[in-house]
């Protein structure tokens, strides 16, 4: 069996070849492809091809996808999130150090300098950008995600003392945060107490505006923000406001608007936090691993609309289906089968939003019989989509 990807927007071949001798990649059968990777593509006003069964995204937002009209016609959307985390984590890390000591004011200023005895006008001036440690000095970081919680690990280890906050963290971050980092249940205790505040977490109406004004009355002179996450997580009017008392010393951050620009008290990065090589390779890598498994297996690892599943596939046929979540499907899925005395190996649905996703696992070598099954869920109103893979 051969499955067709179409590409846009140059994925990195590496990350192709996970994707294994049984695709062909924006080949002949391309005008009708089973699955999509892209990165930056839009794909609003697109009509998608009626073989279209995935789309995987090599970075993390979706914003770029109908993810609704996908699920409608039962098309799986993947991401790849902490692909580009370590990425994010080194800027972040840069970024406490930048504030710390203005490497970027000091490396200005010297430019400037002119005539022989530059380096005489260097020791006389360089006082002016001495600068603090980070050794010892307290570090909130609100979300422990996948950026989160390398910033946390890797803070401690550069000797500061770090507050953690994230109240849903997930089980696997949490195994994978040092007991060092000091668990904080309110997140006021971070902007009571810490020196550096950096925050990771999705721009929600929950977490619009973290930085206000209240927020920023908690700080102590002198707080750096660090905002590699989203724009509106801080309110620009109030941080103004407290750049100008000096309780914020410094705000970095990864998205510019343009009253943020050449302020002092304030760096602006484009955008660059997750755009290295490594993590752009490790986008595609992701992308193809999904892609592959879902097509080969019809197992789902990091979809935005469907469930996480997965179940070895070791019966002769696998059916998987996905479905409106409506009640009872599962046992209208299996009356279907029972109906044809075929045998189930093994069933597995799982729901998310309104639709859901089924594996159902074959006891039965004969086609004739599981593609009169495979025909009976296609004329079923609830079904959206139904495909039949071989097992070994
Ligand atoms: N600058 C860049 O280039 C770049 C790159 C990647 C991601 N990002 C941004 O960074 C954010 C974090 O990315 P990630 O990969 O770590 O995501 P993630 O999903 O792994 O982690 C987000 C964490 O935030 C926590 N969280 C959610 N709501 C919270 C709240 N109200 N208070 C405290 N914690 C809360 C979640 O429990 C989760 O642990 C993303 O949402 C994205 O906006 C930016």
């Given at each position: 069996?051969?499955?067709?990807?179409?590409?846009?927007?140059?994925?990195?071949?590496?990350?192709?070849?996970e994707l294994g001798n049984q695709f062909q990649i924006d080949g002949d059968l391309a005008e009708n492809p089973d699955a999509y990777i892209i990165r930056s593509q839009n794909l609003h006003d697109v009509d998608f091809p009626s073989q279209l069964k995935a789309i995987a995204r090599a970075g993390a937002g979706t914003n770029?996808?109908?993810?609704?009209?996908?699920?409608?016609?039962?098309?799986?959307?993947?991401?790849?999130?902490?692909?580009?985390?370590?990425a994010v984590k080194e800027a972040v890390i840069a970024s406490i150090l930048l504030s710390a000591r203005d490497y970027i004011a000091a490396n200005t200023w010297t430019n400037t300098l002119t005539g022989d005895d530059v380096p005489k006008?260097?020791?006389?001036?360089?006082?002016?950008?001495?600068?603090?440690?980070?050794?010892?000095?307290?570090?909130?970081?609100?979300?422990?995600?996948?950026?989160?919680s390398r910033i946390a690990n890797d803070a401690r280890r550069l000797g500061m003392t770090v507050f953690g906050y994230d109240p849903y963290v997930s089980i696997d971050a949490a195994w994978n945060i040092s007991h060092h980092v000091r668990r904080v249940k309110e997140l006021k205790e971070i902007f009571e107490t810490c020196d550096y505040i950096t925050v990771h977490v999705p721009l929600t109406p929950d977490t619009k505006h973290t930085f206000n004004a209240e927020t920023f009355a908690l700080m102590q002179?002198?707080?750096?923000?660090?905002?590699?996450?989203?724009?509106?997580?801080?309110?620009?009017?109030?941080?103004?406001?407290?750049?100008?008392?000096?309780v914020v010393k410094r705000y970095i951050t990864d998205f510019g608007t343009e009253e943020l620009l050449n302020k002092e008290g304030i760096t602006v990065f484009?955008?660059?936090?997750?755009?290295?090589?490594?993590?752009?390779?490790?986008?595609?890598?992701?992308?193809?691993?999904?892609?592959?498994?879902?097509?080969?297996?019809?197992?789902?690892?990091?979809?935005?609309n469907f469930p996480n599943i997965h179940q070895p596939l070791s019966a002769p046929y696998r059916i998987t289906l996905i479905n409106k979540n409506v009640p009872n499907i599962v046992a209208r899925i299996s009356t279907a089968v029972s109906d044809l005395n075929i045998n189930i190996d093994n069933i597995i649905n799982r729901s998310k939003g309104d639709y859901a996703y089924t594996l159902l696992d074959l006891d039965e070598s004969d086609k004739a019989k599981v593609d009169e099954l495979v025909a009976k869920f296609e004329e079923n109103d609830n079904i959206v989509r139904v495909r039949l893979i071989k097992g070994n």
């Open positions: 069996m051969v499955f067709s990807v179409k590409t846009f927007n140059n994925i990195n071949q590496i990350g192709l070849k770029n996808i109908p993810v609704d009209k996908a699920s409608e016609q039962g098309i799986v959307v993947f991401n790849t999130p902490g692909a580009n985390a370590n006008q260097v020791e006389a001036g360089k006082k002016q950008f001495a600068g603090t440690e980070i050794r010892g000095k307290k570090l909130g970081v609100i979300g422990l995600g996948a950026i989160g002179k002198g707080t750096t923000i660090i905002n590699f996450a989203r724009a509106e997580l801080v309110d620009n009017a109030a941080l103004f406001d407290a750049i100008e008392t000096g484009p955008h660059v936090g997750g755009s290295t090589e490594e993590a752009e390779l490790n986008c595609a890598i992701m992308a193809g691993q999904e892609i592959r498994q879902f097509m080969e297996t019809g197992e789902i690892t990091n979809s935005v």
